[in-house]
């Protein structure tokens, strides 16, 4: 018996919308994550795109629990020497919420070439309008 390893041209991708309001953010970044790579399929291959594409709404009233919302960091450097530039998840979630959802479901995906052909796959808007209308997302509740 041959194992069968899954062709990209033969995927059927899907559009899948995704409401973010009152989910908590980890739970919701990992199931958006297996579905962008396509673990949800019985012909999952880890080297081949696979996954859906995920729109995701409400992104502003995602959820986390405990003093995560004081407590949680988020850095970047500027390059320069003592350029860190250090903002909690409260502050990176009024300034931009999209960003916060988009770091926690790049943190489940591959680091390599795979996985940012798939973060590209991932569409947040913080309201509940989205441009992906012509493409019929289907909803459903992870």
Known sequence: MKTISAKFEASQRKWILVDAENQVLGRLA??????LRGKHLPAFTPHVDLGDFVVVINADKVQLTGNKWDQKLY???SGYM?????QSARKLNAGNPEKLLRLAVWGML???RLGRKLIKKLKVYKGAEHPHE???PTRIAL
């Open 134 to 136: 012509a493409q019929q």
């Open 110 to 112: 591959p680091k390599n």
């Open 82 to 86: 003592g350029g860190v530039k250090v």
């Open 75 to 77: 850095y970047r450097h």
């Open 30 to 35: 990992s199931r958006i994550a297996m579905r």
